[in-house]
């Protein structure tokens, strides 16, 4: 495959988060005017619009849902939580259906309030993929496990590394549940290349690469650290090298940038969705 600018451009997904301060029709629009053809949505303002409503905006835009955002959440060891967590799961997994996205990407949910069982808090995760395999292979979604960089471990994600996260993930078929690369967080990894690879199987149906996510890490780190992704190209990541690394492992799928920032949510939607496809070609491409 070429790596030139238009297949990498194709496959370009813009993430809902990263202009917040668009309305669904205005993502909708917006992507569609700047010839980007993939969305990636998140399940509050979906469902405040309406799930069937939404599927049908981006439908008749001419756009696909690349990935539904989030799932997850396994953690707790309260039984109640628990069955609460799974429902929830499965209402997603339904949306996702609704939507026409075979990704559902899962957060694993951090430590439960008092508790520094990292292992046990790993192992519900796996009872929860477990449990909802079946179901959303019904529906023809795959789990998309993310790991997070592991200054969430504590309050939002006991996955950290993209080993973990195959470690869990490799307990059950590839086309059920697979991984997300989202360069923020996993930049730092020196082992990262060497498990991309491996996510990449055998290629085809082997692979776990269920969905790649681009933000560049910028410092210094907000308060909260949530909202600090910086804007493609102006921080420490090596986006192209990761381009090339899930390339190599097999991955033509969907490339979806995912920022959150409120610098560029001020901004006009437009105009950061231009300098994005702008980024991209200097940075990704």
Known sequence: MSHNTPSLLDRLSLNQETVRQWSLPELADGCARAGVRGVGLWRAPVRQYGVAAAARLIRDAGLRVTSLCRGGFFTAADPVERAAALDDNRAALDEAAALGT?????????????????????????????????????????????????MYAADRCVV?????????AERFPA????????????????????????????GGAGSRLAAF?????????????????????????????????????????????????????ARDGAEVLAEIVQRVRTHVV
Do not use: K
Request: glycine share 12%.
């Open 102 to 150: 075979d990704t559902l990407v899962l957060v694993s949910g951090g430590l439960p309030p008092g508790s520094r069982d990292l292992p046990g808090a790993r192992e519900r995760v796996a009872d929860a993929l477990g449990e909802l395999a079946p179901y959303a292979a019904e529906r023809g979604v795959r789990l998309a496990l993310e790991p997070l960089h592991p």
């Open 160 to 168: 950290s590394t993209l080993a973990q996260a195959l470690d869990l």
């Open 175 to 202: 086309d059920r549940v697979g991984v997300v690369v989202d360069t923020y967080h996993l930049w730092w990894d020196d082992t990262v290349g060497a498990q991309i690879g491996r996510a990449g199987g055998t």
């Open 213 to 265: 996510q681009l933000a560049d890490w910028v410092t210094p780190l907000p308060e909260g650290v949530l909202l600090g992704r910086g804007q493609l190209g102006d921080g420490s990541v090596d986006l192209r090298w990761f381009r090339e690394r899930v390339e190599t492992a097999g991955y033509r799928g969907p490339v979806e940038v995912e920022i959150f920032n409120p610098a560029l949510w």
